[in-house]
């Protein structure tokens, strides 16, 4: 053991290549496994910590960096950050990044995938296949929705949002209606061929729905049993985003009774636990979190995350902040 360099942690299995690039730079503390720290453990092994490389799934709450008084940088390898108390890091002085950008298109590809699979019942017609329940023809059979030509409705026009727009006008000929915090400026509407509508004219217009905003409290729930009531009964919805955006149990529920077509959902509230109402319905695409699950991307995303650790503690700038202003550190 080097005594003379920064201490890390990294709080789950990754690539060799990560610990590769952070070894020159620091003693290492490299978790093996991929079971999740408890909090108990998380803060023991943080003890005397510079650093943290963590992913989505390791919070870090005040409690947390009050006890590891050490801690100057959390490097998740994410995009999405609400497993990090960002306001309580910043008033400690804690940097904080992510992994934006070199997910983008990958997580786009997914996003268009599933909502495939999902207006064109592919995921039901596969476990009718596999149960040996095919028999025949009929002219409804797993009749399911067209994607060409409709209305592609993107709530929350990131990166992601936009990419997803791409792929719908200029693959598909959709129409898109798109809702964010903020509009976009007149140009880059006019490059995607998108037009804004407040969040209720954009449930009512949408013949698919995709959900792409951030999770934060003002966020959570804010498609819930009203919100999905606005929608037409022939729509689908896509989450790609958090599960906590989504009512799982008023989804269910207008899954079940027909009220809107059918969903495709990569994330959910409590994962890995997945609301048991979700997994009795045939009419909803269920995937364990994987949109960014390509090979070059994760990798990208491991390596970029390493990049920000070394950043950080090594008085460099870390490519992607998300709270800049407490360097330098």
């Known amino acids: 053991m080097d005594v003379t360099k920064p201490k890390v942690l990294v709080a789950r299995r990754v690539p060799a290549t990560v610990i590769d690039k952070l070894s020159p730079h620091?003693?290492?503390?490299?978790?093996?496994?991929?079971?999740?720290?408890?909090?108990?453990?998380?803060?023991?092994?943080?003890?005397?910590?510079?650093?943290?490389?963590?992913?989505?799934?390791?919070?870090?709450?005040?409690?947390?960096?009050?006890?590891?008084?050490?801690?100057?940088?959390?490097?998740?390898?994410?995009v999405g950050y609400n497993h990090i108390d960002l306001a309580a890091c910043t008033a400690r002085r804690v940097l904080v990044t992510n992994?934006?950008?070199?997910?983008?298109?990958?997580?786009?590809?997914?996003?268009f995938a599933l909502l495939m699979a999902t207006a064109r019942r592919m995921s039901e017609g596969e476990r009718l296949l596999r149960d040996g329940r095919w028999r025949s023809w009929s002219w409804d059979f797993l009749a399911g929705s067209d994607i060409h030509g409709t209305t592609l409705g993107i709530l929350g026009m990131g990166r992601i949002g936009q990419a997803i727009a791409r792929r719908g006008r200029f693959g598909f000929g959709m129409n898109i209606v798109y809702h964010n915090r903020s509009r976009l400026p007149a140009d880059i509407e006019g490059q995607l061929g998108a037009r804004y509508?407040?969040?209720?004219?954009?449930?009512?217009?949408?013949?698919?729905?995709?959900?792409?905003?951030p999770y934060s409290a003002?966020?959570?729930?804010?498609?819930?049993?009203?919100?999905?009531?606005?929608?037409?009964?022939?729509?689908?919805?896509?989450?790609?985003?958090?599960?906590?955006?989504?009512?799982?149990?008023?989804?269910?529920?207008?899954?079940?009774?027909?009220?809107?077509?059918?969903?495709?959902?990569?994330?959910?509230?409590?994962?890995?636990?997945?609301?048991?109402?979700?997994?009795?319905?045939?009419?909803?695409?269920?995937?364990?979190?994987?949109?960014?699950?390509?090979?070059?991307?994760?990798?990208?995303?491991?390596?970029?995350?390493?990049?920000?650790?070394?950043?950080?503690?090594?008085?460099?700038?870390?490519?992607?902040?998300?709270?800049?202003?407490?360097?330098?550190?």
């Open 197 to 213: 509508a407040s969040k209720d004219d954009l449930l009512r217009q949408a013949d698919h729905l995709i959900l792409v905003l």
């Open 99 to 111: 992994t934006p950008d070199v997910l983008t298109e990958t997580t786009a590809d997914f996003g």
């Open 218 to 329: 003002a966020s959570h729930h804010c498609m819930g049993a009203a919100e999905i009531a606005l929608m037409k009964p022939t729509a689908t919805l896509v989450n790609i985003a958090r599960g906590g955006i989504v009512d799982e149990d008023a989804l269910a529920a207008a899954l079940r009774d027909n009220r809107i077509a059918a969903a495709g959902l990569d994330v959910f509230e409590g994962e890995p636990r997945v609301n048991p109402a979700l997994l009795t319905l045939p009419n909803v695409v269920l995937t364990p979190h994987i949109a960014s699950a390509t090979m070059p991307t994760r990798l990208a995303m491991a390596g970029l995350a390493a990049d920000n650790l070394v950043a950080a503690l090594t008085g460099a700038a870390p490519p992607t902040p998300l709270n800049p202003e407490v360097l330098p550190l």
């Open 26 to 78: 620091f003693d290492v503390d490299a978790v093996q496994g991929d079971g999740v720290l408890t909090p108990d453990e998380l803060r023991a092994r943080l003890q005397g910590k510079a650093g943290a490389y963590v992913t989505g799934t390791e919070r870090i709450t005040a409690e947390l960096l009050d006890a590891c008084p050490e801690l100057r940088a959390v490097c998740t390898m994410s």
